[in-house]
Nanobody, 122 residues
Framework: QAQLVESGGGSVQAGGSLTLSCAAGIYMQRFACMAWFRQAPGGKREGIASIDDGGKEDYKDSVKGRFAISRDNAKNTLYLQMNSLKPEDTAMYYC????????????????WGQGTQVTVSS
């Protein structure tokens, strides 16, 4: 059964770093584009970083220059290196297939993982 398993979250102070991992299994094989999404308390889930199977990356402006997405196709794993973290980065983070080029999850996707919580204190 296909599933997404996110890990690596935690609590850090502003300016700190974290690296998130997503065991994406068959999703990495089926979909060319994968992305990281986040949802802050009371907010909507938003796409923040994506990567296609050629390595082309895209970022939401608010994380550009601080976050780096990467993928290991052999391990079916997606990563998100997060540096210079800010309190506004506090959210639950998820990975999912992306409809390439617009930081949106593919239409009809519902098989979200449990996410991994990132909390940044000032």
């Amino acid at each position: 059964q296909a599933q997404l398993v996110e890990s690596g979250g935690g609590s850090v102070q502003a300016g700190g770093s974290l690296t998130l991992s997503c065991a994406a299994g068959i999703y990495m094989q089926r979909f060319a584009c994968m992305a990281w999404f986040r949802q802050a308390p009371g907010g909507k889930r938003e796409g923040i970083a994506s990567i296609d199977d050629g390595g082309k990356e895209d970022y939401k402006d608010s994380v550009k220059g601080r976050f780096a997405i990467s993928r290991d196709n052999a391990k079916n794993t997606l990563y998100l290196q997060m540096n210079s973290l800010k309190p506004e980065d506090t959210a639950m983070y998820y990975c999912a297939p992306e409809s390439c080029g617009d930081l949106r999850v593919i239409t009809g996707f519902r098989e979200w993982g449990q996410g991994t919580q990132v909390t940044v204190s000032s």
